[in-house]
């Protein structure tokens, strides 16, 4: 089973990365990833990121599905450096 940890852990790896990342990394929904990553800034753990620069239009990551991407907010950083 998945846990908010796992999704802590590949966030913390990956900073900016994108709702349909994570929902394909960990072969589950983007619905059941949205909830999941909702726990997580409700924890304040994550918060929403700025979309990477190449988010033009361009190069297709300004679509609707990958449209909302995730990093840890720096109280999380500092509990997993403590």
Do not use: N, Q, W
């Not at 900016?16 to 726990?39: C, N, Q, T, W, Y």
Request: positive net charge; charged residues 30%.
């Amino acid at each position: 089973m998945l846990s908010v940890s796992e999704i802590r852990m590949l966030i913390k790896e990956r900073p900016g990365i994108s709702l349909r990342d994570l929902a394909l990394h960990f072969r589950v929904s983007p619905v059941m990833m949205e909830m999941m990553v909702d726990k997580l800034i409700d924890r304040g753990d994550v918060e929403r990121a700025a979309p990477p620069p190449c988010c033009t239009g361009d190069c297709g990551c300004s679509s609707e599905e990958r449209g909302k991407h995730y990093k840890l907010t720096m109280k999380a950083i500092r509990a997993l450096a403590g």
